[in-house]
């Protein structure tokens, strides 16, 4: 049995796959390297019952997962994965390979991350390139939870909110300033909290107060890690992650403004990547 794991900042997929290609699925927390330590990542998976009941008898662990940019921060994943399931060889690899396996149709293409934070990378089938970092929610993280977030935990604390927004807002949540400032600046996992108020952006996203800023930080994303690569307006462009989906209006409207064009957009991108697992690189693994 091979577990293949697609994992962002907020929430992890974990797909089960059997010598029939029968395929179990699963949820943990989302684990970040910069956040979460080896002892984090095995403690967690040990509260899931049903992924421990396969421990086992799991041969291979594949890993792809936001942060897991180095051999040092992979290490703090794999240790934890290892840890758990002892028998198994365990492969961390960056989220934007599991983009660009889940996005491959054949041609090379640019593949795009939208989630708790926002990247990119070219790939055409045998080389992944990335031009430009991903930043994280301080620096970067454009178009991402994160950075719709902080626009509107921002605005509510500078009361720029429209009223109605406002109360319901207030209603929603009911948080303090202190709250809100104890969770972005004194706790763990502060992107995770900041992007948690995705839902209600989204519910609010047609306002007039939402609309354009969702565009503008849509765009600018295009801007800095679509633009980068040459021939990108030639270049099929995909998205994966659920924010691509729920803002697919607001995306290709931003598309349009710089030339773009956006091939597919994938909102559940770990269905694809066990299926590219299965054609590309397990073939007769499976057992």
């Known amino acids: 049995m091979i577990f293949i794991i697609e994992s962002g900042s907020t929430k992890s997929d974990w797909v089960l796959v059997d010598s029939k290609s029968k395929q179990t699925f699963y949820k943990t927390i989302g684990f970040n390297p910069y956040f979460h ?120 604390l500078y009361h720029k909110l429209p009223e109605e927004i406002h109360n319901e807002f207030v209603n929603t949540y009911n948080l303090s300033e202190a709250e809100i400032v104890s969770k972005v600046y004194q706790r763990d996992s502060a992107n995770v909290f900041i992007a948690s108020f995705m839902p209600f952006i989204i519910k609010h996203k047609d306002h007039s107060f939402f609309k354009s800023i969702l565009i503008k930080g849509l765009k600018q994303f295009m801007e800095v890690h679509v633009c980068c690569y040459e021939n990108y307006i030639d270049t099929p462009v995909h998205f994966v992650g659920s924010l691509s989906s729920l803002l697919e209006q607001e995306l290709n409207a931003a598309a349009v403004e710089l030339g773009i064009n956006i091939q597919s957009i994938v909102a559940k991108p770990v269905d694809r990547l066990v299926n590219y697992h299965i054609q590309y690189i397990l073939k007769n693994q499976l057992a």
């Open 37 to 156: 330590s080896a002892e984090v990542v095995a403690s967690e998976i040990r509260k899931n019952d049903a992924i421990m009941s396969h421990v086992k008898d799991v041969t291979k662990v594949f890993f792809y997962g936001a942060g897991c940019s180095s051999v040092k921060l992979n290490k703090e994943i794999s240790d934890g994965l290892a840890s758990v399931f002892e028998k198994a060889d365990v492969i961390v690899e960056h989220d934007l390979l599991a983009c660009a396996y889940a996005t491959y149709d054949g041609r090379p293409g640019i593949s795009c991350i939208l989630g708790t934070g926002s990247n990119s990378c070219y790939y055409d089938g045998q080389d992944l390139k990335e031009v430009v970092p991903a930043l994280g929610y301080v620096l970067g993280d454009e178009g991402s939870g994160s950075f719709f977030g902080k626009f509107l935990l921002s605005s509510y």
